[in-house]
């Protein structure tokens, strides 16, 4: 335990607490550590959220499936992070989606009684979760407008154009065609072929991860 202090302070939910007194507040609750191999299921979609896994070592990514059976990446999860914080508390605290692992992780794991003892004990705690909840909930509310583009095209815009623009109107991409095609739900070799055809038509230049948007009213046409 004393050797995960230094991952867990960097957890939004203990940031700024002291870790004295972190020590302290964790020997109040029951903890629980749990290790998961490469490809193995850490949350399952539709089970029941009743305690927080917080990824100490590692990295994982959230899935969803459709009714159709089309599993479509959602996002990676590196650690030091909190899994899914904002289910914890809902109403229908059921996981809308699976969490993998996309190498060997190692989790802690911490029961919803015991995150609202450590609230009660300390107020700055209280304050950190409900700020990573209010952020989350933005940043889902994100992902829906996402969504809602229909065509792969439509996608790699909104990606492209919400990258932070660099020297010379460069913006570098923080993910690979692989994982760009997993975000989207598509599959590799149709998100290249879009991307070679808006090269072909002088609407973007790329090289590697590097892109320059050459005709930006013509990319979200």
Known sequence: MIGHFSRLKRVGLFSDIPEADLSLLLQRIPLTEKKYIKGQSILHQGAEYTRLYILLYGTCYGEITDITGKTIKVEDFHAPTMLAPAVLFASQNTMPGSVVAKRECEVMIIDKSSILTLCSLNTRILKNLLNLVSNKFVFISGKLAFFSFKTIKEKLANYLLGLPEQTGGQRTMAHSMEELADFFGVTRP????????????????????????????????
């Open 190 to 221: 149709s998100l290249s072929r879009v991307v070679a055809e808006l090269v072909q038509q002088g609407i973007i230049e790329r090289r590697g991860k590097k892109v320059i948007l050459k005709d930006k009213t013509r990319l979200v046409k």
